[in-house]
């Protein structure tokens, strides 16, 4: 999505300046869809303006620089509307700790185990705080994508736990077939193992 339709998006909700829409940009719901930085921003508001999509007026403040606030107008509501049809593109998914699962074949047992662990404790408390918000989302089309959020959290948070065990036999079968690792001293890195072997 580009910057433009979510500054837009953010201006529908309230007037605000660059900096509350960064802000709301970085907070639920906006910041599950989508990750922008101040760099896009900015000329994002420049551009908007230029268009006529949004007004920008000087408000004064106390004890501190004047701040601009945006507001969106009818034909940047309309801009946002016609945005929004578009058919979205594709989703493009980015996880750290996926990316160092499938990794984990170079990493100690201990340690991936314990990323599982510390992954499962992080959705146990992102399922808190959204239960914690469940009587706050009314409108149903937010509705119906927080419920859709809270099932994806849920399912792999059930997902990591029921399979857990599956992971941990998996690895220690590696390592015995690999004979990098003695049974007694399952937490040791592959290639300490084979240093200790060789006298290293």
Known sequence: METKTLCLAVLLCRDSSGYEIKK??????????QDTGFGSIYPALTRLANEG?????????????????FSLTEDGRAQ???ALMQPPGPDRFRSDFLFSLFMSDLLP????LGMVDRRIAALN????????CDAKVTRRARRFVFDLGYSFYENERNFLMANRHRLEQEI???EMASGAFD?????RHPVEALEGENGS
């Open 80 to 82: 946002l509307i016609e």
């Open 109 to 112: 047992r201990s340690h991936v």
């Open 125 to 132: 408390q992102t399922l808190e705080e959204m239960g914690e």
């Open 183 to 187: 049974s007694t001293d399952s937490d």
């Open 24 to 33: 709301r940009l970085d907070e639920p719901p906006f910041c599950h869809f």
């Open 53 to 69: 999509l949004i007004e920008g007026t000087e408000l004064a403040q106390d004890k501190r620089p004047d701040k601009r606030v």
């Open 172 to 174: 220690a079968e590696d």
